[in-house]
């Protein structure tokens, strides 16, 4: 079953923060995000393994809370490059190799000036 | 080091041909992922392959639609007798067999 992400769209000011959030009703092993612009590829943000590990880099981050199936992706301080469409991809066990992603309904993520 | 490549970029064809896509890995990568995306939707799993092995082929329509990634060369999705529905961007995606996916740039398929 897919997985629900919220908010379906989003539209801030350059600078301000954002929290996209990414749930399953399956239990979980990994959740991957990534970052779509229009007509382009998925380019790939960051993977979080079942712990409840946080990650991050710059001033993009996420969490993994694998009680509650749920893993959320923390814009800070946004800037006009982080427009485009966010997808959460999920794996729901361990199969000791990688398998296929499962991807969110996505959130749509405008920056303006 | 290159990354993920896919061609054609963009295929037009009329309804009741073939479609090839190709897919080349990046260097080192031996998992291939084929995914559906229509517009404004999400990614939708089609079929995953190893070299000369496809592992799960669960998201792939039963008919009309077969890949494979042969010992040498790209991973190829084939089409036949496609219809207006088979419509969309086609992306690849490969890694090492553990951990995260690249995508390639996209095959557009349209179908007239």
């Known amino acids: 079953q897919q997985p629900v992400q919220s908010p379906q769209a989003v539209i801030l000011r350059e600078g301000e923060d954002a929290v996209i959030n990414c749930s399953s009703s399956k239990a979980l092993y990994s959740v991957h995000w990534y970052r779509q612009k229009h007509g382009e590829a998925p380019v790939f943000l960051m993977i979080?393994?079942?712990?409840?590990e946080q990650k991050g880099h710059e001033k993009i981050s996420a969490s993994f809370n694998e009680k509650k199936q749920q893993s959320s992706l923390y814009l800070t301080a946004s800037q006009l490059s982080y427009s485009g469409t966010y997808f959460c991809?999920?794996?729901?066990?361990?199969?000791?190799?990688?398998?296929?992603?499962?991807f969110g309904t996505g959130t749509r993520l405008q920056v303006t000036l | 080091n290159a990354g993920v490549m896919q061609n054609p970029r963009h295929l037009v064809r009329r309804r009741g041909q073939e479609a090839r896509l190709r897919c080349s890995p990046m260097?080192?990568?031996?998992?291939v992922y084929w995914y559906r995306q229509l517009p404004e939707e999400g990614l939708k799993f089609m079929v995953y392959l190893q070299k000369e092995n496809i592992i799960d082929e669960s998201g792939m329509p039963k008919e009309r639609f077969s890949a494979e990634f042969p010992k040498e060369g790209p991973s190829i999705l084939r089409i036949q007798q496609v219809v207006r529905g088979d419509s969309a961007a086609y992306f690849c995606a490969s890694c090492t067999g553990v951990g995260e996916q690249y995508f390639g740039p996209g095959t557009r398929l349209t179908v007239t």
């Open positions: 991809g999920t794996e729901p066990f361990y199969t000791g190799t990688a398998s296929k992603l499962t």
């Open positions: 260097k080192g990568h031996s998992h």
């Open positions: 979080l393994l079942k712990g409840g």
